[in-house]
């Protein structure tokens, strides 16, 4: 049976490899990675012979045609895919293969190592239990509101990345939704300018002449409100009921809001009833 094998590689610091990680970089022929530079270059700090290896890029901008090569492997040989740092899994490009690789009933290996979220996680001092992860959120400043809105009722530690150019923004509108929350912002974890920054949300303009601009980040964002009370946007729709009256468009979008469905449909669907 053919097997997928998803390598999770370092983060920044190449002591970080896993030993089954390199002994497994070291013996295999087939290696798909986000960037073959990146890879090459990993290889060659950890003493790995690519020489006779084949590899070759998979990435977010694959076409079918590439995903087709994979396969075409794997058809007779076991391939390995690594992204450019951290899990290939976890807001990288190897979902895709997963999902396809279980669609055809191949075999699925996972030779883990350090994440960048459990790293941040550990850095933070913030409670690690219950903790969530979104990935990279939102970049329009409304959808980016609504997105604070919606984990302001969720109890836990929020974890997200961020773009270097955004981190600033994103931070300051943190502060204005999330006030109260303790956040903590760790910058190039794992490699030689680590940094974490640690404060209030509501004292980020305080701090924030400490941030240094530069490299890659994460946010850790506590939220220590244990009440299931509504969001922010359920709450404005809500009252604007109490006030106006129970009006089709109004309660469609407060039925959206709670069933995250499409105020479009609800909308539709009243109409009928």
Known sequence: ??????????????????????????????????????????????????????????????????????????????????????SPVISDPAYPLIVEATKREIEIKVVSGISAVTCALENSGLAPIPFSFH???????????????????????????????????????????LPSSNVVIARELTKEYESIYRFKA???ENIKDQIVEKGEFVFVVSNEKKSSGSSKKIKELANAILEKGSKPKLMSKLLAEILDLSSKEIYEKIQRD
Request: with cysteine; proline share 2%; charged share 30%.
């Open 202 to 204: 509501s004292e980020f």
């Open 135 to 177: 990935g990279f959120i939102p970049r329009d400043k409304g959808k980016k509101e609504e997105f604070f809105s919606k984990i302001e009722g969720i109890y836990g530690t929020h974890i997200f990345f961020e773009g270097v150019s955004r981190v600033m923004d994103t931070a300051k509108v943190l502060s204005k939704c």
């Open 1 to 86: 049976m053919s097997v997928i094998h998803f390598v999770t590689v370092p983060i920044g610091n190449y002591d970080d490899i896993t030993i089954r990680a390199l002994n497994h970089l070291k013996e295999v022929k087939y290696i798909f990675c986000e960037d073959t530079r990146v890879f090459k270059k990993l290889a060659n700090a950890l003493g790995i012979e690519i020489g006779d290896k084949f590899i070759n890029s998979f990435h977010d901008h694959s076409d079918k045609a590439k995903l087709d090569n994979v396969f075409s492997i794997l058809e007779s040989s076991e391939i390995t895919f690594v992204s450019d740092a951290g």
